[in-house]
Structures are given as C-alpha cells and as structure tokens.
C-alpha cells in the first residue's frame, strides 16, 4: 500500500508538470490568436503571399500547442478553442479568397469543436468581404461570400447536440443567421442600386 505523503508527493510532481504546461499554453495560445488576426487583416488588404507565410507559420505554433494539450491530464480543451477555432478562420478566409476547396479538421490537425467553432467567425469574416466587395462594385464577389453563409448555416443549423457537447456552438449558430440575413439584405439593396445606377447611365447614353 502506497504512503499517504508518497502519494501526495507523486502528485504533487504531476500537477507542477501540468501547470508548467499550462502556463506555457496560455502564452502559446495568445501568440496564435495574434498570428491569426494578423493574418486575416493581410488578407482582406489582399497581401495574399504574406498572410499565407503566416498561416504556415502559426500552423507549426498550433500543432505545437495541441502536442502539449495532450499531455496533460485532464486535456484542457477551454484553452485550446480559442486559438484553434482562430486558426481554422484564418484558413478558411484564405480558402475562399483563393477559391481552394475548405481543408478538413483533420488535414488541419485541430479538435473538430474548434474547426466547427470557427466557421462562425469565418461568416462574420465573410460579411466584411461582401460588404467591401459591393463597395468596389464587385458584384460577383459579394454573391459568392453570400452564397457560402447560406451553405455554411444551413449546415450549422443540423447540428443539433447540447450545449454542454458543442460548447454552445447553437448560440453562434442563432448568430450566424441574424448576420446571414442581415448581408442579404446589404446585398439586394446594393445590387438593386447599381443596376438602377446602370439603367440610368444607359439611358442618358441614348439620349
């Protein structure tokens, strides 16, 4: 039978190793969000080869910090949403932009909560480019961002699970519906004034 002050001295050791761990993927964590917002800001100014040298780079930084989540006993999940769900937004934007296929959870390396988690971010990433899109009178832009919210949400919506499962993923959900239809609203009118603004212009033409 095991002393009592052995026992307690063994995990003590083990519960040291994992606050190291977790100090250190706090830090982690918060360089990774970084990356990723620096990385979504490269792309919507367009500065496609930097912010996929960042991706790349954070890349290594996320596989990193889920090698060590897994060591720790228990995994600290909480701690890894955050910076994953940020990581698969960043992709997905870059996805899109560059019109590539949507790499999956698992080419991604990351829990699939957090690639899921990170869908609603990427459509709140996809409003800004509809919206800046229907500025420069990129129609055809606008109507793709668009179309991927409403394939993104009609997927969301089928997973249907408790909240203490998803991580209440159905609150982003009811979320992503409300900005879903808010930019289809920004893009009917945008797109009705520039075909007025098109049939005026042909008009005065014929004049």
Known sequence: MVEIEEMFSEIREKMELDNEAREELIKLGRLAIRNS?????????????????MI?????????????????NPSPFG????????YAESVFLCS??????????????????????????FIGELRRVA???????????????LDMMDELYSHLITLDYPDGLTFNLRKKTDFVRNITEKTRGDVILSLDRLDLVTTFDKMLKNQ
């Open 37 to 53: 917002s620096i990385a979504i800001r490269h792309l919507h100014r367009k500065e496609m080869s930097t912010a996929i040298k």
């Open 131 to 145: 919206l800046d899109s229907l500025r420069k009178k990129e129609k055809e832009t606008a109507i793709e961002a």
């Open 96 to 121: 899109f932009l560059q019109k590539k296929p949507f790499p999956s959870y698992l080419d991604l390396k990351i829990p699939y909560l957090a690639y899921l988690h990170g869908i609603p971010d």
């Open 56 to 72: 790349e780079k954070n890349s290594t930084l996320i596989a990193r910090i889920n090698d060590l989540a897994q060591r720790m």
């Open 79 to 86: 701690m890894l949403l955050s910076c994953n769900q940020e």
